[in-house]
């Protein structure tokens, strides 16, 4: 009898047991199920990260990897990682013109037997008061295609022509941290730090920064704003600004009303300040008109110079074929306005030329933007 109950106990017991081990199993089913998607996700999501290194690099899936998972797949660390990377272990790229694969980050780089003269003019002009250069140019950072290469070839620009003022349009996280890294002999400031944005450049031995701010536009579509930069060059106050006026033909009211805070701005500077804006405008001359022109005060550089017709056209698509695009069309996107002092002949427009007209070891341009390069005289 008690042998019976004990064996119906011990029967009862494993069928309890049995109720009970289907509740523990899918317990571990789930969790195990759960750890699954965790990886799976995970999985993706660095697949995901080293796509986007890869594309914003121009590297291979093996080398984005190696960055991302030596940072612990942070991105922007393992981009400042890749940017850091000693030059000889890099392939060099850029435009016949400039000097080696080191000259082409480093804006700071010695001269070099291909562009001493270059240089050795350039530090010439250091030592001179009278006179000073600027560029313009919108980089494309939008355009992940060949990034690494196309941002050392406009470093290797900037090298070769070592201007004082620069003025940078569509930069990326990226190119800002190259140039914060490379360009230790300019001042840098951004007029964003997300997205894109307007970069300006100063150099520390020529130009003396007073103090900056930026305009928001507050209608835009397309995060634009009009950065804003007083400086002192050779005893001269300056009033710099720069912007990315709205894009594309849909978009010329926005553009329009844009131009009208730049230009009201520039208007309002003291009188005793010299006031050049510059940047990618995108405006058409029939909206120059519509506008009723410029103020009398305001000129536009390249008008004043006898309208040059060698750079006239910044946005070329028969020229430059970084967009492979099936249109054919030239534009005078990038301008540069002025307005002097009020004690006029201080300082005068001299010369104008573009750049970048170079393709680079990738077959590239540095952009589908032609960059500005303008001298001034400073009469002392």
Same mark, same amino acid.
């Given at each position: 009898?008690?042998?019976?109950?004990?064996?119906?106990?011990?029967?009862?017991?494993?069928? #309890?047991?049995?109720? $009970?081990?289907?509740?523990?199993? +899918?317990?571990?089913?789930?969790?195990?199920?759960?750890?699954?998607?965790?990886?799976?996700?995970?999985?993706?999501?660095?697949?995901?990260?080293?796509? =986007?290194?890869?594309?914003?690099?121009?590297?291979?899936?093996?080398?984005?990897? $190696?960055?991302?998972?030596?940072?612990?797949?942070?991105?922007?660390?393992?981009?400042?990682?890749?940017?850091?990377?000693?030059?000889?272990?890099?392939?060099?790229?850029?435009?016949?013109?400039?000097?080696?694969?080191?000259?082409?980050?480093?804006?700071?780089?010695?001269?070099?037997?291909?562009?001493?003269?270059?240089?050795?003019?350039?530090?010439?002009?250091?030592?001179?008061?009278?006179?000073?250069?600027?560029?313009?140019?919108?980089?494309?950072?939008?355009?992940?295609?060949?990034?690494?290469?196309?941002?050392? &070839?406009?470093?290797?620009?900037?090298?070769?022509?070592?201007?004082?003022?620069?003025?940078?349009?569509?930069?990326?996280?990226?190119?800002?941290?190259?140039?914060?890294?490379?360009? &230790? /002999?300019?001042? !840098?400031?951004?007029?964003?730090?997300?997205?894109?944005?307007?970069?300006?450049?100063?150099? *520390?031995? $020529?130009? *003396?920064?007073?103090?900056?701010?930026? !305009?928001?536009?507050?209608?835009?579509?397309?995060?634009?704003?009009?950065?804003?930069?007083?400086? /002192?060059?050779?005893? #001269?106050?300056?009033?710099?600004?720069?912007?990315?006026?709205?894009?594309?033909? @849909?978009? /010329? *009211?926005?553009?329009?009303? +844009?131009?009208?805070?730049?230009?009201?701005?520039? +208007?309002? =500077?003291?009188?005793?300040?010299?006031?050049?804006?510059?940047?990618?405008?995108?405006?058409?001359?029939?909206?120059?008109?519509?506008?009723?022109?410029?103020?009398?005060?305001?000129?536009?550089?390249?008008?004043?110079?006898?309208?040059?017709?060698?750079?006239?056209?910044?946005?070329?698509?028969?020229?430059?074929?970084?967009?492979?695009?099936?249109?054919?069309? *030239?534009?005078?996107? @990038?301008?540069?306005?002025? $307005?002097?002092?009020?004690?006029?002949?201080?300082?005068?427009?001299?010369?104008?030329?573009?750049?970048?007209?170079?393709?680079?070891?990738?077959?590239?341009?540095?952009?589908?933007?032609?960059?500005?390069?303008?001298?001034?005289?400073?009469?002392?």
């Amino acid at each position: 009898m008690e042998a019976a109950v004990r064996q119906r106990e011990e029967e009862d017991g494993g069928n #309890n047991k049995e109720d $009970r081990c289907p509740q523990a199993g +899918q317990e571990q089913e789930e969790e195990e199920k759960d750890d699954e998607e965790e990886a799976l996700h995970v999985a993706k999501r660095r697949k995901v990260l080293c796509s =986007e290194f890869a594309a914003i690099t121009s590297s291979d899936a093996a080398v984005a990897r $190696r960055f991302l998972a030596g940072n612990d797949w942070q991105i922007q660390r393992a981009l400042n990682a890749y940017f850091e990377a000693p030059m000889e272990k890099e392939e060099a790229a850029v435009p016949p013109a400039s000097a080696g694969p080191g000259s082409c980050i480093d804006l700071t780089a010695d001269a070099t037997t291909s562009n001493a003269s270059v240089n050795s003019a350039d530090s010439k002009q250091q030592e001179d008061d009278s006179s000073f250069s600027l560029i313009t140019w919108n980089i494309d950072g939008l355009d992940l295609g060949n990034l690494k290469e196309r941002a050392r &070839g406009i470093c290797s620009y900037l090298t070769l022509y070592s201007p004082d003022v620069v003025f940078l349009q569509e930069v990326i996280p990226p190119h800002l941290c190259l140039l914060q890294m490379r360009a &230790g /002999s300019y001042t !840098i400031i951004p007029g964003n730090v997300d997205g894109y944005f307007t970069v300006v450049m100063l150099k *520390k031995s $020529r130009v *003396k920064l007073l103090k900056h701010e930026i !305009i928001p536009f507050p209608t835009t579509s397309m995060m634009r704003n009009l950065l804003v930069v007083h400086v /002192s060059i050779s005893g #001269n106050e300056l009033c710099l600004m720069t912007s990315h006026l709205e894009s594309t033909k @849909d978009h /010329s *009211k926005e553009r329009v009303k +844009q131009l009208r805070i730049v230009l009201d701005k520039m +208007q309002k =500077e003291s009188e005793s300040t010299t006031v050049i804006f510059g940047g990618d405008t995108n405006l058409r001359d029939s909206e120059i008109a519509k506008l009723g022109n410029l103020p009398n005060n305001i000129v536009d550089i390249w008008e004043f110079l006898g309208k040059p017709q060698h750079c006239r056209y910044t946005w070329d698509t028969h020229s430059n074929t970084n967009l492979d695009a099936k249109y054919k069309c *030239k534009m005078r996107f @990038d301008r540069i306005y002025f $307005r002097p002092a009020a004690q006029e002949g201080n300082i005068i427009p001299r010369s104008m030329d573009l750049i970048g007209l170079e393709k680079l070891d990738c077959g590239r341009f540095p952009s589908d933007h032609w960059g500005l390069l303008c001298t001034f005289d400073v009469i002392l």
